[in-house]
């Protein structure tokens, strides 16, 4: 007890003192974080998602008390996530500016992250030292998610404890597991944005370049994905009218899952089934299917099981980006 | 003092349409200072790449400190500080910060770091910029911070890529001064690279004369005339009033002199080689003479005459530098048939 005692004093004294040594990699974490809370860029993307959050808080918490009235059928209310999703139609749902917020907060956070290192020569400094390239590349994803982790819990955790605060109603675990799932999703997906941008970081030597590149992507992906794929159903699939029920139901599953290759749409059909229980399938539904269905919310275990496709989708890609990166980072040759 | 701290062994790195360093090998021991000469473009810094393990070898080993650059590059790093020609700090944080980063990449603690950053800084005479931002500093400031982030590692070795670029005459002379004196007090090994020959030429112990990927000579800098000109290299200039022109007479008995090999005339200027010092025998000759002789110049060769001997040598500079395209392509044309 004795000797615990003293080992504790002396680790504690020890990082009173500043005396540890810490690996590479946090060393580069910690510089990393600090660079952009300093920076202006992070201030303006804050004071974006802060305003966005606001307004739409505002919005729901304005309307919560008709949505409660006209719809307070089932056994648990969630007010909680109600207040999170709910909106008066004047503005989207937090969730819904996320899927196109997100990405830009991605991006801005990593298109320069190692282009503009190489070009003001503190990369060839930084890989002159004993560390791991890998070390590098990490610290410069693994720093912005971090922030961006910090920012969106803590605005969730701020509003419930807010919504708790005036209106006293209890929060349920269910809830709770549910706005953690949902703001872990919200970082996966800065996350995918963020691997697509430090990738083009690496590839291109101009920041701007890599920042239009991936702009252009987003771009693709909110707007025009969808056009094409519109387009291109009306060229390939045959006219519905001399179609069975059962092909067309076939084909509306094929192109919501083109549709599924964006990933604010991954993101969006995520999200909206863990923040709303009410949601039972993403796909369509026959009527012989929700013949039997108790209009009620669904449980915790079946929403994510419900979501799991979506998530793992999106790993997938955010791990994809990240390998080619990787490799490309790692046999690149350092000159300034 | 046979101890090669740096050991190169036919080393080449190709690129897709160019040979950058043509297999080279080399030694460098504990303790000198060795200068790597050369121009632009002829293959230093891809050199001074692959010592760091930052790039890899086409073929060939380097070894640095007893490990393998290209294997263990980590292990070499922690041995040797490398300066690079254009060097970059995080501009928005102060030169103690930059600094004691580096100190704590390098595995010290932050208190350690930041110990060991002050005194580096009071080294290189920043001390009063400490808590200055980076951004504002100048190339000469930069350079000698450059100086201190490579110290700070305790290194063994420090590799300097064009250190002399960019700062003014003074701060160059301080410079070396410093690098000498860092070297005679921790017995650290220097490699400088550098195309400004008397600036490698005050400090250097050793010399390798690099160009277009090939070291072509190797050694201290008066062997190396020697082993350039093959004579022994004792030169005399004599210069008489420009007003009047040299005569032929002067001429001549100067060719007289038991130890002169040849004479030139450059207008007013009488150039004397010879094989032995002859300079004061010559004076007293031609003032006896009742020449007005208004100034006398012993010449050794430094390095812009071997520089200059070598480009020579090299096939009428058209390697010159990597500027000239077309003259480059040709050179190339030549290097693949050949």
Redesign the interface.
């Known amino acids: 007890m004795k000797n615990l005692k003293e080992s504790l004093k002396r680790r504690f004294s020890e990082s009173n003192g500043g005396n540890e040594v810490r690996s590479p990699l946090r060393v580069l974490l910690r510089k990393e974080v600090a660079e952009h809370i300093r920076s202006w860029r992070f201030i303006i993307l804050l004071t974006l998602i802060v305003l966005t959050f606001i307004a739409s808080m505002y919005s729901s918490l304005s309307n919560i008390k008709s949505a409660f009235v006209a719809t307070d059928n089932s056994s648990t209310s969630f007010f909680y996530l109600k207040l999170l999703t709910l909106t008066d139609e004047s503005i989207p749902a937090f969730h819904i500016f996320l899927s196109f917020l997100a990405p830009i907060l991605g991006i801005s956070l990593g298109f320069d992250a190692v282009n503009s290192e190489n070009n003001n020569g503190s990369l060839i400094r930084l890989m002159a030292q004993p560390l791991y390239r890998d070390n590098l590349i990490l610290a410069k994803f693994l720093a912005p998610l971090l922030i961006v982790a910090v920012l969106f819990f803590s605005l969730s955790f701020l509003i419930v404890g807010y919504a708790m605060y005036i209106s006293g109603i209890p929060i349920e675990w269910q809830e709770v597991v549910r706005i953690l799932a949902f703001n872990g999703m919200t970082v996966l997906y800065v996350g995918f944005w963020l691997s697509i941008a430090v990738l083009l970081s690496i590839r291109f030597r101009q920041p701007a370049t890599s920042a239009l590149t991936a702009i252009g992507i987003w771009l693709f992906f909110t707007v025009f994905f969808q056009v094409v794929i519109n387009i291109a159903i009306k060229a390939f699939i045959p006219d519905p009218n001399y179609l069975s029920a059962d092909k067309i139901a076939y084909y509306n599953e094929v192109i919501l899952n083109i549709l599924r290759i964006s990933p604010n749409q991954l993101y969006v059909d995520a999200s909206t089934t863990l923040l709303m229980p009410m949601v039972r399938s993403l796909g369509p539904v026959s009527m012989e299917q929700m013949a039997g269905a108790i209009p009620s919310s669904i449980s915790l275990r079946n929403s994510l099981m419900l979501v799991w496709p979506q998530l793992s989708g999106l790993i997938a890609f955010t791990l994809l980006l990240f390998a080619v990166s990787y490799a490309l980072f790692m046999r690149r040759e350092i000159r300034s | 003092m046979n101890n090669p701290i740096i050991k190169l062994r036919g080393l080449s790195k190709h690129y897709k349409n160019k040979i950058a360093v043509d297999n080279l090998s080399l030694d460098i021991n504990k303790g000198e200072i060795y200068g790597l000469l050369g121009p632009n473009g002829a293959g230093k810094?891809t050199t001074i790449?692959m010592l760091?393990g930052?790039?890899?070898p086409t073929s060939g080993q380097a070894h640095v400190c007893g490990h393998d650059a290209t294997r263990n590059p980590?292990?070499v790093?922690?041995k040797?500080?490398?300066l690079?020609?254009?060097?970059?700090?995080?501009?928005?944080m102060t030169a103690l910060e930059n600094l004691s980063?580096?100190g704590?990449?390098?595995?010290?603690?932050?208190?350690?770091a930041e110990i060991k950053a002050i005194e580096l800084l009071d080294i290189v005479g920043l001390k009063n910029n400490m808590h200055q931002k980076t951004a504002t500093f100048s190339r000469g400031m930069k350079q000698r911070l450059?100086l201190a982030?490579v110290l700070i590692?305790k290194p063994e070795v420090i590799i300097l890529d064009e250190p002399t670029l960019g700062i003014d005459p003074s701060g160059v002379k301080d410079f070396l001064a410093l690098i000498k004196k860092l070297n005679e007090e921790q017995q650290l090994t220097v490699l400088l690279s550098s195309h400004h020959l008397h600036h490698v030429q005050q400090i250097c112990d050793r010399v390798g004369i690099f160009v277009d990927g090939k070291l072509l000579a190797n050694g201290d800098i008066p062997s190396l005339s020697k082993q350039l000109f093959n004579k022994n290299g004792y030169v005399t200039v004599l210069r008489f009033p420009s007003d009047r022109p040299i005569s032929d007479q002067l001429e001549k008995d100067m060719q007289a002199l038991s130890g002169a090999q040849e004479v030139i005339v450059h207008g007013n200027e009488l150039e004397i080689m010879s094989t032995h010092d002859q300079t004061a025998e010559m004076v007293r000759y031609v003032v006896q003479k009742g020449y007005d002789l208004v100034g006398v110049q012993q010449k050794t060769y430094g390095l812009d005459e071997i520089y200059l001997e070598y480009f020579k040598n090299e096939k009428n500079l058209n390697v010159s530098n990597e500027k000239s395209k077309g003259v480059f392509k040709k050179t190339f044309f030549r290097k693949q048939r050949g």
């Not at chain 2, 690079?84 to 928005?92: A, R, S, T, V």
């Not at chain 2, 704590?104 to 350690?112: I, Q, Y």
């Open positions: 810094t790449l760091l930052l790039s890899e980590i292990a790093k922690q040797v500080g490398y690079p020609d254009n060097l970059g700090f995080y501009g928005h980063f580096i704590r990449l390098n595995g010290l603690s932050e208190n350690e450059g982030d590692k």
